[in-house]
């Protein structure tokens, strides 16, 4: 087998061929690769370093912080901070954005991020990830806002995750499809594993969290009722259910097998979208899933289209294959 190029390598090669990573952004992605890594590392620690437990803490969105959940924030501050490519940040772990400090030079992308998501799973060693998404600070803007940050999701300039499971992968989109690396831990590098990644438009392989049925709208109710009917239902084929409680390998599977990933609008708090972040989750995994060919929507409209009005605003989410996905959005248009 040829030697796989590194991450590095790949981004100039890109820039060279295609002209779609300016040194600044390339830079930004080497970087939060780099802070991946050091995220990783932690992580693989477990009980023998202090990174297990809560933190004694709550984020903005109401919910425990796991100590992990703080240290890998900071370790995304801290790597991005002084390079020069950042106006500034914005994370689930941070009520407000924060601004480049004034120490450093300013640049003109944004990084929101979802420092470890699927926190729930970190003290049972189940997969775990971080998501994040690069926009551009809006032309003219003087003094970077939060108002910067609430951009379309067809605005990103890039996006991706990396996933802390049996391999650590970053995945990565900058417009021109998907392309995964594995750390080899050897070199200390990434090493590009997968080009061109396409999931399939078909599935047999639904992923939600089914103790919430009682909580659905209709439509989502129809689709899993009927996938539960298997072969001798309208469907006429038998479905299979995952459900990691961990978005970023929920996603990843359905990158490299396809399936349809739903965490829909339920009744439990119905002044809420859903549980899942437009901006530094369903924004990022949204555009990855349309490179790959699949589409994503809010079983209304597609979630990259989606005009945000606040930093840490939920979303119902419905993405995956693309027969599926169409077939659950066109049950929520019957409604
Ligand atoms: P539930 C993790 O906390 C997360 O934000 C996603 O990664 C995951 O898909 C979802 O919540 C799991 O939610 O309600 O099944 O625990």
Redesign the pocket.
């Given at each position: 087998m040829t030697k796989p190029i590194s991450l590095s390598r790949y981004l100039v090669e890109e820039q060279r061929e295609r002209g779609n990573i300016p040194a600044q952004l390339r830079l930004l992605l080497e970087v939060v690769a780099r802070a991946c890594k050091g995220i990783s590392h932690a992580v693989n620690k477990g009980a023998l370093g202090d990174v297990l437990g809560s933190a004694g803490s709550e984020n903005v969105q109401g919910e425990v912080q796991k100590k992990l959940d703080i240290i890998a924030n900071d370790v995304l501050i801290e790597a991005n901070e002084w390079g020069g490519h950042l106006a500034a940040m914005a994370s689930e772990e941070m009520d407000n954005i924060y601004v480049v400090p004034n120490r450093y030079p300013q640049g003109e992308y944004l990084l929101l991020f979802d420092p470890l998501?699927?926190?729930?799973n970190i003290d049972v060693n189940v997969s775990i990830g971080t998501i994040f998404s690069v926009l551009q600070k809006p032309e003219g803007s003087s003094a970077v806002s939060e108002q910067d940050f609430l951009q379309a999701g067809a605005k990103q300039v890039a996006a991706g995750y990396c996933v802390y499971g049996p391999q650590t992968m970053l995945v990565l989109t900058v417009g021109d499809g998907v392309v995964m690396f594995t750390l080899d831990r050897e070199q200390g590098s990434f090493a590009l594993t997968q080009q061109n990644v396409k999931v399939p438009e078909d599935t047999q392989e639904f992923s939600i969290?089914m103790s919430n049925m009682r909580h659905w709208a209709p439509p989502v109710k129809r689709y899993v009722d009927e996938c539960l009917q298997g072969q001798d239902g309208v469907r006429g084929k038998n479905f299979n259910m995952r459900w990691i409680?961990?978005?970023v390998a929920?996603v990843h599977r359905i990158l490299m097998r396809g399936g349809i990933f739903m965490?829909p609008w339920d009744q439990r708090e119905p002044n809420k979208q859903g549980?899942?972040r437009l901006m530094y989750?369903a924004n990022p995994m949204s555009w990855l899933i349309e490179q790959a060919g699949g589409a994503s929507t809010n079983g209304h409209q597609r979630i990259l289209d989606i005009q945000p009005t606040q930093l840490h605003e939920r979303v119902s989410v419905i993405l995956g294959s693309k027969n599926e996905v169409e077939r659950v959005t066109a049950y929520h248009a019957k409604v």
């Open positions: 998501d699927g926190s729930s969290n409680a961990s978005m929920d965490y549980k899942l989750e």
